[in-house]
């Protein structure tokens, strides 16, 4: 248990943020999260694994001016869609677990999947198939070419085969997770096929005071296990105590035989 071992240090944790910016000054340096959170520290390190898994956006004309309006990746609570008219598109596991998890709530919920064969567990698909035969689930075969706001505030979605369907409160597009490393591509730092480029003495970035630690760095001969990214982060630390106290003596102590450690640790 990390977070427990932590606890002796008094760590103070921001969740549910997505550092947004880092600002490197003279003297100290600025991180600003998204959610407008503002730290001023002497060093950065960075644990990002792989990077952040985000949805594969709608491929449609004009569906970017509608993100987060009329069309959604996610939902907190379908009952925000209560008698709604919903399309939802896509062919695996979380597109039709959406159909059905809509029955009963939207108003009309429709399906669109460009073609007849799903991905989706056989049982799902038989589910959703049977709502289609009832004429509770409208099934539409092809892809979304256009979608746009009409008169009356809601969704038209033209198909391929420009057919049109109309009056839509919510698009669930469902083609699948992408890795990327969102604002860390623009930090200046030394970029190796999506993976922060370190060196092997101390795990320190292209940038200075910036670290890079576990999956998210590459160097040669790196295992992508989690020993590994111990034995990283504890050199990454003996470097950073330089920066954060550079008035101060650095001293390498163990906790077999330090009484202060054990101490402080609770340990004996």
Request: with cysteine; charged share 25%.
């Amino acid at each position: 248990d990390l977070i427990k071992q932590a606890e002796p240090f008094n760590p103070t944790y921001h969740l549910n943020q997505l550092t947004s910016k880092i600002e490197i000054n003279e003297n100290d340096i600025l991180v600003e999260t998204d959610k407008g959170t503002s730290i001023k520290c002497k060093s950065v390190v960075i644990a990002a694994g792989a990077g952040s898994f985000v949805p594969r956006k709608l491929p449609a004309e004009g569906a970017d001016q509608l993100e987060n309006k009329n069309i959604f990746y996610s939902v907190k609570k379908r009952t925000d869609f209560q008698d709604k008219n919903i399309l939802i598109i896509g062919g695996g596991d979380s597109a039709l677990d959406y159909v059905m998890g809509f029955q009963g709530i939207a108003k009309k919920v429709s399906l669109v999947h460009r073609r007849k064969e799903f991905k989706g567990v056989q049982d799902s698909v038989n589910k959703v198939m049977s709502l289609v035969d009832k004429g509770e689930v409208n099934f539409n075969m092809g892809s979304l070419k256009n979608v746009s706001l009409n008169e009356r505030g809601k969704v038209t979605v033209t198909l391929d085969d420009d057919k049109i369907i109309d009056d839509i409160d919510a698009i669930f597009p469902f083609f699948g997770l992408k890795i990327e490393l969102g604002p860390i591509a623009e930090w200046g730092l030394n970029l190796e096929k999506n993976h922060i480029s370190v060196n092997t003495e101390n795990f320190e970035t292209s940038v200075p005071k910036i670290f890079a630690v576990g999956d998210i760095c590459i160097y040669p001969g790196k295992l992508k296990l989690i020993l590994s990214g111990f034995h990283e982060a504890a050199l990454a630390a003996k470097k950073m105590f330089e920066y954060c106290h550079s008035d101060k003596k650095y001293v390498f102590r163990y906790t077999t035989s330090s009484s202060d450690l054990q101490k402080k640790l609770g340990v004996k």
